[in-house]
């Protein structure tokens, strides 16, 4: 039986694709409106508003916005059985680690990260095959090879492929550039758009798919952007370095540099 | 008859919308295997490897990159038969008008800008349905409303909805922001993960679209991003300034500014 703390959007997915596996679940959330629908959707054996619920479950996931996560570790730790598997799916892993580490927890513990979602939130937007082919990070924290056995298990019955991480660090770094900062662009080319008064019925595919994380949910993206705030600055850096030297190329107009660059993104992002 | 010089993924993509509709065509491309595979598909009458093919065209449509179209303008200009409809669709405006303004041409000219394109390149890339759906900047320059009619006319008969735009500095000043940026950002984006050493089997979607228009064809781009330099460079100081703000929030951790910043962007993106 798995403990599900958080029927959000990636929650409610992996409910959604363990349970017709034959994994029993839990579902924790404070809201009655989304324990109903667990519940009505099939997606759930029994539905909590109360962490004290953990204490029965094998395992317990944790799939609450990266703060929020932090504030309940110390009670979901102390409530767990002994032995119990501690997941989280949390966007930022330093944060999270230390305050695992500061409430003492015995627990066998394996960070997950998917790298799936989209810009909906909530259940209505959770579905089965959420993750199908989806990459993701596992970082083993406190966990013997078979625990971590189990945890890859449990991730490639959700449609996933596990790939293993070695550091939080590396984790927090790595995502500051793939993730944190295309959505800090999002947010800073829509207000570009705003404040330039730009008429948006003149925008593209381009536009459209370089703002469309903006319209992710806010709690979630704030939560991993300020738990990661150091490495995203250092992303941002980076990224205003680079556009001054692309700047620079237009207005002097060196096409040369131009073009290098240009051919040489296209290869970096060919290779993807 | 329309005479379309440049036979890559636009100017073939809209050959083969228009074709089936009664329209016959003219190709004029220099690459032999461009020209035989026009003939092939169907998606042509005749093909030509010369300009002086435009001669007998009742309408002439320029589709190559913007410093080609500016390179060839004088001898089209020249070689159209009086009366006949030059048309284009030119990624960037002013430079192309300013062109045609010098090379004395007198025929009614519309230029076009259709939205719609992908990160495929040349007549491999086309497609009849590229257009479907599409918003199409259509910019009168030298035209009756009749003229135009024909113009928006033929728009329709490719599949995309034409949108009036009033003139070549709004048109240049818009897609600065709608079009250059996200592909500026792209490409820094990319160099960012290059120089920055980081995993790119750890990039979810978002990186994926963000960066998704730096695998464009690298002579379009570079044209539109050299013959609109100013209007660009200013959308990315505009955007440097929007990703130190936010930064700021970031580092200082000033959580509501944060919270207004992606709540306003999210709305804006909505609306879209």
């Known amino acids: 039986m798995i403990a599900i703390v ?34 009505e959707r099939g997606w759930a054996d029994v539905a909590s508003d109360r962490l004290e619920s953990c204490a029965e479950a094998d395992a317990v996931l944790l799939a609450v916005p990266v703060r929020t996560c932090i504030g309940i570790l110390p009670e979901v730790a102390s409530t767990m059985s002994p ?30 990260h998917p790298l799936a979602g989209n810009e909906g939130a909530g259940i209505a937007s959770a579905s089965p095959s959420l993750f199908r082919d989806a990459p993701c990070l596992v970082l083993p924290v406190e966990a013997s090879g078979a625990v971590v056995g189990e945890a890859e298990d449990l991730v490639r019955t959700a449609g996933a492929r596990p790939i293993r991480i070695e550091s939080a660090a590396k984790h927090d770094s790595a995502v500051a550039v793939t993730i944190h900062l295309p959505h800090a662009l999002a947010y800073a080319l829509t207000q ?16 459209r798919d370089s703002t469309r994380v903006a319209l992710s949910d806010v709690t979630m993206v704030r939560d991993f952007l300020l738990t990661n705030g150091e490495a995203t600055a250092a992303a941002i850096d980076r990224l205003i370095a680079q556009l001054g030297r692309l700047r620079e190329s237009l207005t002097s107009g060196d096409e040369d540099s131009l073009s290098r660059l240009m051919e040489e993104s296209k290869e970096i992002r060919r290779a993807l």
Do not use: H, N
């Not at 330093?94 to 580490?101: D, M, N």
């Not at 570009?192 to 536009?207: I, P």
């Open 6 to 39: 958080g029927f959000g959007q990636m929650g409610a997915s992996l409910a959604a694709a363990w349970r017709p596996r034959g994994i029993r679940i839990v579902a924790i959330d404070l809201r009655p409106d989304v324990r109903r629908e667990a519940l």
């Open 83 to 112: 032995g119990a598997l501690l997941l989280d799916v949390a966007s930022t892993k330093g944060a999270v680690l230390e305050a695992w580490r500061s409430c003492g927890s015995r627990s066998p513990y394996v960070s997950l």
């Open 192 to 207: 570009v758009a705003r404040e330039s008064g730009t008429d948006l019925s003149l925008a593209g595919r381009s536009f």
